[in-house]
């Protein structure tokens, strides 16, 4: 293990991990950066080992989960993107074919990142953002081969809101010369953008699949309302309880439906028997708790936690993550799509893919939040006509659309639910690659 000062004063753990067939890949690094006094941030990085057989040949991926409180180094690396499953077995979709990946547990206070205090925790993306730039600057400084290496930060739901944030702040750092790095895009999937529109095409979607009758059509409808009517208002504390009251509505009319994919098993009994809860309570029930199952939990406290070495006695993996998401509150139904906006007019390549089976983001509601872009740009897009992409399991099966101009791209990725590498691991595994433009 080795203990490196870097150019910031803040201290990391840096472990270069040997691979064998058994823990993954050829190469590992992982440590601790204290971003805030009292906030300390865990990352954890895999180089890439594609085909050229050096990760100097891939583009970096800084991977970020939603939430917020879901962990990027256990369940993003474990469920969808990472070298290995949960069950420690390889995995033939992983990322680390077409990049080298970095996960981050992200804001602090999720999965092994942990804060001295409740004081400690975020309130909103723009303290995420700050975090984050503290963090980004000492991983390129410490590890200054990435630095020309293109980066690209990709994210998913929740994570898609900070990734928009991080994304504008780190374009100025760079412009600023704080932090040296290649940027070189963000793909925002299935990501929380405007939560309103989502929350306004629940019951379209939902009645389009003939999963709502016209009674509990205009029931989610009118819930739906009264959340646009709080948005609107700017009470985004109401907005939030009546979005949790909208979900309720949904699920009483669908028999429990499962937001993140509607063809699979709806809310297990932890979910269902927590209905006499407060509204973050359910909230937290149906966004945080399916990011931390048992086995997932007994992996992270168990064999991973003693190969990392390093998580301090009194942290436990995910033990803050309610308090995560109960301090983010105030900022759940804000909406970012400004922020999009300027990342679209300062040339940052932006990326939007979604997932045609997901309920809590449905792919309805990113396009209505795309239609209110103010870029310049957008006309043109939207006359483009979509490409259709194999499936890469079933030759001649569509698997994808896609649509792209200038800095702008959408993908529709076809049978895949809210955790699209975990849907569809391959089409998801041939998007990075053209996104990264490496096909």
Known sequence: MERLKTATGLLIFLIIAPGSPATGPAKEAWGYVDVREGAH???WLYYGNGASGSYKELPLVMWLQG???????GFGNFEEIGPLDRDMAPRNTTWLKAASVLFVDNPVGTGYSYTDTEEALTKDVAMIAADMMVLLKSFFTSKAEFQSIPFYIFSESYGGKMAAAIALE??????????????AGVALGDS???PVDSVLTWGPYLYSTSLLDDYGLTEVSKAAKAVQQAVDQGLFQKATELWSVTESVVEQNTNGVNFYNILTQGPDERVKQSADLGYLSLLMRRHVLPLHRQSLSQLMNGP????????????TWGGQANDVFTSMEGDFMKPVVDIVDQLLVAGVNVTIYNGQ??????TIGQELWVKKLKWAGL???SQQRWTALDDPTAP????????????????????????????????????LSMVTQQE
Request: charged share 20%; hydrophobic share 45%; aromatic share 14%.
């Open 304 to 315: 991973i936690r003693k190969k990392l070495g390093i998580i301090p006695r009194n942290v």
């Open 67 to 73: 939430g917020p409180g879901g962990s990027s180094c």
């Open 41 to 43: 941030m865990f990352w």
């Open 379 to 381: 006309p043109n897009f």
């Open 192 to 194: 929380w953008i405007s």
């Open 396 to 431: 001649g099966q569509t698997g994808a659309f896609f649509k792209t101009y200038k800095n702008f791209a959408f993908y529709w990725i076809l049978k895949a639910g809210h955790m699209i590498p975990s849907d569809q691991g391959a089409m998801a595994l041939k998007m």
């Open 170 to 183: 780190l374009t100025k750092a760079i412009e600023e010369r704080a932090i040296k790095c290649n940027f």
């Open 357 to 362: 089976l997901d309920l809590i983001v449905d």
